[in-house]
């Protein structure tokens, strides 16, 4: 996670701690070497000059913080900006009547059935009643992936293999759910390797019919860009109300996590670190920042 970004910096903090005045060739250099790294590290190009534009904007002119060094007040303003583009921690959204319904929508193998089951255990171990349901009527696998999932949380899981309409089959479930008194729903929605007319078609639809209080892509980091990409089609279509990001853990570059608040211009509310169930957190912008940094 983010090893690519930690070493490049701290490679410019070590030269930077050797200046001891953020002179004009010291704040470009130091621009320079943080342009390579954050474009190395895969993360949008508009993001980057975003990035080094509010840098050098606090630098030029600016004394060295008092009590700091050049290094440290460089770095300094790296977290902060760090900071501004990761953006806020956002917590879940809660639709004022019960149940909250969760959809979660993306491509398949993002790790979207997973990320159902480490949500629904991590709902649960805040005191929610959870139940999960899966809307894949063209692979009954998925749903049965799912259910065992759910059944070793100890959470219900709703499918019905019969049912072949998925909107139908949402109605049904959400239903069952709301009949069984929960809390929360997850709705973990079918996926295809690539973006098609007929899946989005399905997605508004169950929309729709289910007003849920969030619609979260789930974006596999080490995609990088792509995922991106295809994040912006599934949010001009459905809305998209935030991310999760799977695979954080594989992902050595991180640049998907730097750019999707700046690009999609919605949250990431939480990271996948991991193939266990637990190996799931909220995403907290202030921990990545100072992991980022070392
Ligand atoms: P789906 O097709 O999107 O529902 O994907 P699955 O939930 O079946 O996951 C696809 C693969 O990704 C599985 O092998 C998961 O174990 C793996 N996976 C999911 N989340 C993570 C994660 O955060 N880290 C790692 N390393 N693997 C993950």
């Known amino acids: 996670m983010f090893e690519l970004l930690t070493e490049k910096f701290s490679n410019i903090v070590e030269k930077l701690k050797k200046a001891k005045r953020l002179d004009e060739k010291t704040i470009d250099e ?34 060295v913080i008092k009590g700091l060094n050049a290094g440290e007040t460089v770095i300094k303003l790296i977290y ?7 953006g806020e921690e956002a917590p879940l959204n809660r639709s004022e009547k019960p149940p909250t319904v969760i959809m979660l929508v993306g491509l398949q193998g993002t790790g979207k059935t997973t990320t ?5 255990r991590w709902l649960k171990s805040k005191g929610y009643a959870v ?24 959470v ?3 499918f019905e293999e019969n049912e072949k309409d998925a909107v139908k089959l949402t109605e049904k479930v959400i239903q069952k759910a709301k009949d069984a008194g929960l809390s929360h729903i997850i709705l973990d929605t079918a996926g295809r390797l690539h973006i098609d007319q007929e899946l989005m078609d399905e997605l508004v639809q169950i ?15 080490m995609q990088g860009q792509d995922a991106i990409n295809t994040a912006e089609e599934f949010h001009n279509r459905l809305g998209l109300t935030g991310v999760i990001l799977t695979k954080l853990d594989g992902d050595a570059k991180g640049g998907i996590a730097l750019s999707v608040r700046k690009v999609l211009g919605v949250p990431i509310k939480f990271i996948g670190v991991g193939e266990k169930i637990e190996d799931f957190e909220p995403f907290h912008p202030d921990r990545i920042a100072q992991r980022i940094l070392g």
């Open 116 to 120: 159902a089951g480490k949500l629904a």
């Open 80 to 86: 902060d900006e760090l900071l501004n583009i990761l």
């Open 207 to 221: 929309k729709e019919k289910v007003n849920p209080a969030e619609i979260l892509y789930v974006a596999d980091a």
């Open 131 to 154: 139940g999960v349901v899966s809307t894949d009527v063209r692979r009954p696998a998925a749903g049965k992936q799912l259910c065992t999932l759910a059944e070793s949380i100890g």
């Open 156 to 158: 219900p899981c709703f």
């Open 30 to 63: 130091a621009l320079k070497d943080i342009r390579r790294a954050l474009l190395e590290a895969d993360v949008n190009i508009d993001v980057v000059k975003q990035f080094l534009s509010d840098v050098k904007e606090k630098l030029v002119g600016q004394e």
